[in-house]
């Protein structure tokens, strides 16, 4: 009797250590798509990434490059002070999205512009995404909302 005790106990540890193991990797597969690193342009500059990488990029919209192409094509840079990347995007911006404004967008550099999925602008005059933030302050170039130049 006490042997079979023993085997049973066993016999559950083993299910609940598969089960573990199991779950890990069904969250790890439901993940793989979900996770978008950032990167600010000088980021992208020094190190590109591989055309087929999915990641976020932000920072300012840069002033004077901003172009509206037939139907929904827009083309500009986006700059954290130290790079500039040319953008494309298909779709409709954001109402608030306009040059010199924080912006973070989703997509893959590919033959040396990024070609974005989803474009993310700020909501208002103020706000502007952490990572934008950190970036642009890497950069030296960020000052924050209301204080004098």
Do not use: C, W
């Not at 010199?100 to 550099?109: A, D, K, L, R």
């Amino acid at each position: 009797m006490r042997g079979l005790k023993k085997k049973r106990r066993i016999q559950v540890i083993a299910l609940a250590a598969v089960a573990l193991v199991l779950a890990t990797g069904l969250i790890g597969y439901a993940m793989q798509d979900g996770i978008n690193f950032f990167r600010a342009p000088s980021q992208v500059m020094a190190e590109p990434p591989a055309p087929t990488e999915v990641f976020r990029i932000g920072g300012l919209v840069e002033e004077g490059t901003l172009k509206r192409g037939q139907g929904e094509v827009i083309s500009f840079n986006v700059t954290d002070g130290g790079a500039s990347i040319p953008v494309t995007f298909t779709g409709i911006l954001p109402d608030l999205f306009e040059e010199n404004q924080g912006m973070v967008g989703t997509g893959s550099y590919v033959n040396g512009v990024f070609q974005a999925t989803e474009i993310l602008a700020k909501h208002d005059e103020s706000y502007m995404p952490k990572e934008v933030i950190d970036a642009l302050k890497d950069q030296g170039v960020y000052v924050e909302p209301g204080a004098d130049s």
